[in-house]
């Protein structure tokens, strides 16, 4: 079995005391890549770090809408350095977070700093890794409707590969209807631990309903841990237990939806080929 972890901070403190293993524990379990997002300029690099000694680690950087505190000219500079790492494939993790940012004028800045990037995204060609999360968690408000109105205007402007391939709408924790937005401006959406929750009946309703074809596994390690280790720090290795949740959703086999979901994947971040 292929599998690929699209969405994994390995760069996060929580690795700090096996890292090594947690990276051999996952190509033991039959990952072949993973993707190392960054939150902002310091873990963007520490992500490039991680992917220039990791033959199967990949990194994308950029400013997370919740850590925004050092965005300036100059942090933004040194992540344009770093974009062009022959192993960072896209820029990310950016978006909007209306869960913890509640002053509009600080969502203003997140809307900015998003168009920004999203900007620098278009210019060196790469697609976006796009983190959404609104307030009180609800399933649709505001930080959508800002988000697909910003994501689309910005996909309207692209040609070529990257209008085709523009990005992923990671850990998808929206409606039907946000994700087939989304699909119609051609994102991926990326499933998370979360689809193998008791709770969680809308959102394996919602996954059933999407193409194969366009969806990405993540495990969003530390974070998010699949049901049977909830309770455990979340780790690459355990994104098996999503690939079973999503093909019972689909009914096939764990082995056809790693090699549908790695072959996604390898489409959208071509790997620095
Ligand atoms: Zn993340």
């Known amino acids: 079995m292929q599998l690929t972890d699209t969405h994994c901070h390995l760069d996060y403190h929580k690795f700090d005391s096996d890292r090594a293993e947690v990276i051999q524990r996952a190509i033991d379990a039959g990952l072949i890549r993973m993707l190392v997002p960054g939150l902002h300029h310091r873990s963007s690099r520490d992500a490039v770090q991680l992917a220039e000694s990791n033959s199967s680690v990949y990194a994308a950087v950029g400013f997370h809408p919740t850590d925004l505190e050092e965005f300036s000219e100059e942090s933004f500079q040194q992540v344009k350095e770093l ?8 820029i990310g993790e950016i978006g909007i977070d209306y869960y913890w940012v509640k002053e509009n004028d600080k969502r203003a800045f997140q809307r900015d700093a998003l168009k920004q990037q999203l900007q620098f995204a278009k210019d060196i060609n790469k697609p976006v890794i796009i983190h959404m999360r609104e307030e009180n968690d609800a399933w649709f408000g505001e930080a959508s409707q800002d988000l697909l109105k910003i994501l689309e205007e910005w996909q309207n402007s692209l040609k070529g590969s990257l209008a085709e391939k523009p990005g992923v ?30 709770n969680a009946e809308k959102k394996r309703e ?10 990405l596994i993540e495990t969003d390690s530390p974070f998010l841990s699949p049901k049977p280790v909830r309770e455990k720090r979340n780790e690459p290795s355990y994104i098996l237990h999503i690939a079973d949740k999503i093909a019972e959703i689909h009914s096939k086999s764990p082995a056809e939806i790693a090699a549908i979901t790695t072959a996604n994947a390898a489409r959208l971040f071509a790997w620095g080929d």
Do not use: R
């Open 169 to 198: 709408l990671h850990s998808f924790n929206g409606t039907l209807e946000t994700a087939q937005k989304g699909l119609a401006l051609n994102f991926y959406i990326g499933v998370t631990g979360p689809v193998t929750y008791k």
């Open 83 to 90: 974009a062009k790492h022959p192993k960072v494939v896209a």
């Open 206 to 215: 919602i996954i059933q309903q999407l193409p194969l074809e366009k969806l």
